[in-house]
């Protein structure tokens, strides 16, 4: 079975026209399927639409959060209640075309995990175009993964590789780099990328989009290299710092067995700030550690899906 995970946030104008496109489409996969929609706290009239779908086509499973949470979230949630052993996400404002699945399926079948949509020929703001190029530059020199484009939203997984996923704030970026951490094989494939024909993005674009992206990226860099073991970042950071703040001291402290004051020195303060710093530091990546493996005994999904503020779905009990 193929399960289609779709995120929707205000995107009525498009709806209609991406639904008869998923469905032509969906017949030529020769596979059983369903299509799971996320409304992420729409404002406008997408909810009635996607509504619609569920009591016409019983393939068609509807969630709607609440409030606004982000894509995310209704990636993650998408996942969890994905039954399908290939699971398939896209956008529902067309610009990444259905037509295009088969591509990356074909892909797939070679035995690779997560197979990302490549927008060779984008169809953006010349802006949004730059601030992507950047950022793909930019992840694949960091973290090692090449990839030309790892935010295209047209992505196939293995079922394993989906559910293994936790995305909140802006992670969902960073699909690929997750999985690859986890062990799964990347690829992508290059697929047509159409002008944007109803409405307009949702989300900031351009190099704002960059800006707001830096603490993501942060994050992302300690996830991955230190996630599991934070003591080894924190403890050579503050241990360095200790260890310089006591080398000041004993070098005042010897100054003092000499006779010289030391107590109005700004360097005696430095030295005992760097002390106390060192500390604060190392004791941070200490508990870091703890909370880790306070973590790792419960049950991760049980919790982390737990928050969910669904207002409707059109799941059978």
């Known amino acids: 079975m193929i399960s289609f995970v779709i995120p929707v946030f205000n995107e009525e104008e498009s709806l209609r026209a991406f639904y008869e496109e998923l469905v032509r489409v969906v017949p030529d996969l020769e596979k059983d ?17 996607l509504k619609s779908f569920a009591v016409k086509d019983k393939n068609v499973k509807v969630f709607s959060f609440r409030r606004n949470l982000g894509k995310a979230e209704a990636l993650t ?15 529902a ?8 699945i088969h591509k990356l399926l074909n ?21 949004s175009v730059l601030s992507s190029k950047f950022f793909n530059a930019f992840a694949s020199m960091f973290w090692g993964l090449q990839l030309h484009d790892y935010n295209c939203g047209l992505k196939v997984y293995t079922k394993e590789a989906a559910k293994s996923l936790y995305l909140y704030g802006g992670m969902h970026r960073f699909i690929p780099l997750l999985a690859y951490q986890e062990g799964f094989s990347i690829d992508e494939v290059a697929i047509v990328h159409e002008e944007r024909k109803f409405g307009e993005s ?14 993501d990226m942060l994050t992302m860099l300690f996830i991955a290299k230190y996630s599991k073991r934070p003591l080894h970042f924190f403890g050579v950071v503050g241990g360095l710092l200790l260890l310089i703040g006591l080398i000041i001291f004993a070098y005042l402290g010897i100054w003092w ?13 430095t030295s005992i700030l760097l002390i106390l710093v060192g500390f604060q530091i190392f004791f941070t990546g200490f508990l870091a550690d703890l909370m880790i493996n306070i973590a790792h005994s419960k ?6 899906h737990a928050h969910f503020p669904l207002k409707y779905t059109s799941e059978k009990k």
């Not at 949630?77 to 956008?91: Q, S």
């Not at 404002?93 to 295009?100: F, R, T």
């Not at 049950?299 to 982390?304: I, K, T």
């Open 257 to 269: 067995l000499m006779g010289h004051s030391i107590g109005t020195r700004p360097l005696f303060f």
């Open 299 to 304: 049950d991760r999904l049980d919790q982390s």
């Open 77 to 91: 949630f998408g996942f969890m209640k994905a039954k399908g052993d290939c699971i398939v996400t896209l956008d």
């Open 107 to 127: 892909k797939s079948k070679g035995g690779i995990d997560v197979v990302c949509g490549w927008r060779k020929d984008r169809k953006d703001s010349h802006n």
């Open 33 to 49: 399927h369903e299509i799971i929609f996320v409304d992420d706290g729409s404002t406008d009239g997408s909810l009635e639409i």
């Open 202 to 215: 949702k989300y900031e674009k351009g190099f704002i989009k960059i800006l707001k992206n830096l603490p």
């Open 93 to 100: 404002d067309l610009q990444d075309q259905p037509s295009e």
